[in-house]
């Protein structure tokens, strides 16, 4: 994958002055891509010595001021910053005569946990600074932003307080997808890849547009889904704490727990009938959550003809780094089996590893398509496009989706799609067509930012927009209840499902024109 984020190393180097001062060195020695944790795209990292960092002394007293002489005195310390800060630009060139480094300067706290929070700052900015996909940093100062913040982190006195003055900077930028998540909430976001929780089984996300936290889908048979929790319910709050502001790891962090325990949630229904209050209040028992990412079976099925075929069903629930081999190992076995079709479940899968989708998208596809465009912060557009693809199968394939699928799910539905392999059906999907990637700090934080839009490979942007199925169909189910569409499914509460029923017919059509994909 074409690299979307520059790599350079964290170092120090300070100057003593009346202000006990840390300096951070910025060099672009090295722009290859390393990847770190699982994450959307290989990304920026930090080499970081936490030995030369503690080389910095606090020893000299702060003086004590005022508001107005802080700044002043802050702002001394900044002499010359904003002139090196100009030059980044230039001094991080894939050349390899700049080999030039930018120094940045500032006091350090009395307080430990906040300069330790002080230094994540400087990381958090630098990150954004090389490479946000928005090269204005939302039409703002992004040198001046770093200043002010510090201003606003220096008289702090706990790490909580610090970290929300980061959080403040990161809005400024307009971007709910670009955001700073602390050690604890981090781990636990990882726990997506281990695949296994403690919590009630929910998974939420931003709604871009509103800024409000919705429900994306429910765990089948978690205490969520028991509950009746719905995709497009939004979280209004959690154990009577009020979400505004929050951003969906930290909900997510509330949410879980260990098993045994509960939690309350107040939740606005997004599908109000206009009857009675929309408003409700659930208390939901945490449970051990497994994320099993995929689930299968073979549906049998009469054709209009009255031939009996085989129609193989396959849920992918979320992008794991293991979906794609799964999901080659069950077409194989099915491909065993005398299936002759495919249906493809998407439906509320909330994305993951963009990745496990492009490399899910190579199952499917032959030759040397084009999988994904991506647009850099500078609007350069880049195709990724496969290398001598083989597919494991030819058979027709029908990918259903709905509001529920996002991120990763949307680059697969329009890789297959636009590349012809495959009729879509269901509902419109989420519409997020950016692209994260995740650095792992140095205090164990996390750094989550938006390096590159995405478009269809017909060049369809779907952010904020999604995709349009083929056809579309309902998504209530007729003899079961929502979102018990995996393994403990039984075969006929699948053809109970309307959108499988569509998406048999379109099958049928298929094999009656001799189409197949």
């Known amino acids: 994958m074409e690299p979307l984020c520059s790599n350079f190393d964290l170092l120090k180097s300070s100057r003593p002055t009346s202000i006990p001062l840390l300096s951070h060195r910025f060099s672009c020695f090295n722009r290859g891509i390393v990847k770190k944790s699982s994450v959307s795209l290989p990304c920026a990292s930090y080499s970081h010595d936490p030995n030369q960092l503690q080389a910095v002394k606090t020893e000299a007293p702060l003086p004590q001021s005022n508001g107005h002489d802080l700044i002043k005195s802050i702002t001394k310390g900044f002499v010359g910053f904003v002139a090196a800060a100009t030059a980044l630009a230039s001094v991080c060139s894939d050349s390899p005569a700049f080999a030039e480094s930018l120094t940045v300067t500032f006091p350090v706290s009395r307080t430990q946990e906040v300069n330790t929070v002080q230094r994540t700052l400087v990381e958090a900015w630098g990150l954004i600074r090389e ?36 959080r403040g900077m990161l809005s400024t930028l307009g971007d709910p997808f ?8 981090y781990q636990n976001f990882r726990i997506g890849s281990d695949g296994n929780l403690q919590g009630v089984g929910l998974f939420i ?5 509103t800024g ?9 048979g978690s205490p969520a889904a028991r509950a009746g929790i719905q995709e ?26 260990h098993a045994g325990t509960t939690v309350t949630v107040k939740l606005h229904s997004g599908k109000d009938s206009g009857s009675g209050s929309s408003m409700k209040e659930v208390k939901l028992p945490r449970e051990y959550i497994r994320l099993s990412p995929m689930s299968s079976t073979v549906i049998p099925h009469r054709t209009p003809d009255g031939r009996l075929t085989k129609t193989g069903y396959v849920k992918l629930s979320t992008f794991s780094q293991s979906a794609a081999t799964d999901m080659k190992n069950t077409i194989h076995d099915m491909e065993s089996q005398g299936v002759n079709s495919y249906i493809l479940d998407l439906r509320n899968n909330p994305g993951g590893l963009v990745k496990a989708g492009l490399d899910v998208a190579q199952i499917w596809l032959e030759g040397n398509e084009t999988l994904v465009n991506t647009i850099d912060r500078d609007g350069h557009m880049s195709p990724i496009n496969m290398v001598n693809g083989h597919a494991v199968t030819h058979d027709p394939l029908i990918v259903l989706v709905n509001e529920g699928s996002a991120s ?10 636009d590349n012809g392999r495959a009729i879509l059906v269901g ?31 017909a060049l369809h942007d779907i952010d904020q927009v999604g995709i349009m199925p083929d056809v579309q169909c309902t998504t209530d189910m007729l003899t079961s209840p929502k979102g018990t569409l995996m393994e403990k499914s039984s075969v006929s509460s699948l053809e109970a499902d309307s959108c499988i029923m569509v998406a048999e017919h379109e099958l049928d059509i298929q094999e009656s024109k001799g189409t197949a994909s």
């Open 212 to 220: 409000h936290l919705v429900v994306l889908s429910c765990v089948e």
């Open 205 to 209: 996300s931003v709604e871009p547009k």
């Open 131 to 166: 490479t946000f996909v928005d090269p204005t940093y939302n039409h703002q100062d992004w040198d001046l932003k770093l200043q002010q913040t510090m201003v606003e982190i220096f008289p702090l006195k706990s790490a909580d307080a610090a970290y929300g003055k980061i």
């Open 178 to 185: 670009t955001r700073i998540v602390s050690p604890k909430e």
């Open 427 to 457: 509902h419109k999907t989420f519409g997020k067509g950016k692209i994260q990637s995740v650095t792992e700090l140095h205090d164990g934080s996390a750094l989550f930012v938006t390096v590159a839009k995405y478009l269809s490979p």
């Open 408 to 417: 990763a799910s949307e680059i697969l539905a329009g890789a297959l799609h």
């Open 232 to 257: 497009g319910d939004e979280l209004i709050e959690i154990n009577g704490q009020g979400l505004d502001g929050v951003d969906s790891e930290a909900a997510a962090l509330r949410l879980r727990g």
